[in-house]
């Protein structure tokens, strides 16, 4: 197995090798954006899918835009950073790779300007984030997804996740699967991780931007996939705490939990309390997808090992 490699300051080095100073800046401040691009790995074909790693790439740099952020790499590069990097790992497993802008000053102080920013790149075997079989269970936290107007929510911002972890742990500490958090205004907004979707009537419905949510690439493939495939209608609407506990289906989408049925919310089974035909059909789609199996889907994953 070839030795674990990061990419940090600007070369491919042991994964033991890279470490930050205890007064760098991001570490002291959460002053940091980043990503999480899934490698899935097929085991029939031998080969190992990246998804969508240039939409990740493109969100990163739209994040840390908004963080006034500097990434002194173009998309094409990144993708390439991220390609040798799987590539030198050699994993044959499904694996999580994290691409992470910084502040990388060795400062005390708060601020976002005048600090040195730096771009650093790794990979961790990762396998199954939530039951995708069984379906989640879910509760309602008491914690609030951030405003925009509080930290920008649509980016990936690494301090605002302490936000998501107070819910999981929260939800995890009372016995139950994942969280769902309410915005300000007492709409669902998304999961810990993961955004929402909700079926009813036959139509997909999932909370718009100004609800907060993350504005997710495996929720756009999913919704994608349920447009062109089963020809289901889409909408986007903020909805109701209390719709989740009459819905058809409910469904949450993320790179860590893939396409992964909502089962119960606060104790109260969705529909039958088992997965759902549209969200199987959803899910199976999306695995078949992200494995390299669907010749229609090919733009969407770059194999990673030589055939």
Not at 95 to 122: N, Q, T
Not at 251 to 280: F, N, Q, Y
């Amino acid at each position: 197995m070839p030795t674990p490699t990061a990419f940090f300051q600007g070369e491919f080095i042991p994964m033991e090798n890279a470490k930050i100073g205890i007064m760098t800046h991001a570490f002291n401040y959460g002053t940091a954006v980043f990503e999480g691009i899934r490698g899935n790995w097929n085991h029939s074909q031998e080969q190992l899918y990246l998804f969508r790693p240039r939409e990740h790439i493109e969100r990163l740099r739209q994040s840390a835009k908004i963080m006034r952020m500097q990434l002194n790499y173009s998309d094409d590069e990144l993708v390439k950073i991220t390609h040798d990097l799987a590539l030198k790992n050699g994993y044959t497993e499904d694996i999580y790779i994290r691409p992470m802008v910084y502040k990388s000053s060795e400062a005390v102080g708060v601020r976002m300007h005048d600090l040195e920013d730096d771009f650093l790149l790794f990979v961790t075997p990762f396998g199954a984030y939530l039951d995708t079989e069984i379906g989640a269970r879910c509760m309602t936290s008491s914690w609030r997804r951030i405003d925009d107007t509080m930290i920008p929510a649509r980016a990936k911002v690494n301090g605002l996740y302490v936000n998501n972890a107070m819910a999981k742990t929260e939800a995890q500490l009372n016995g139950f699967d994942e969280a769902i958090m309410l915005n300000v205004d007492g709409h669902i907004s998304e999961g810990s991780g993961e955004n929402i979707v909700m079926i009813k009537g036959g139509t997909i419905i999932t909370p718009p931007p100004q609800d907060n949510i993350l504005e997710g690439i495996t929720l756009e493939t999913v919704l994608s996939v349920a447009q062109k495939d089963l020809n289901l209608p889409i909408v986007r609407r903020s909805i109701d705490r209390s719709e989740l506990y009459i819905a058809e289906e409910v469904l949450m989408t993320g790179t860590a939990a893939h396409v992964t049925p909502v089962t119960e919310v606060d104790r109260v089974p969705v529909g039958s309390g088992k997965p759902g035909p549209i969200s199987k059909k959803l899910q199976d789609t999306y695995f078949q997808i992200v494995t390299g199996e669907l010749a229609d889907y090919q733009d969407w994953v770059d194999p990673i090992y030589p055939k």
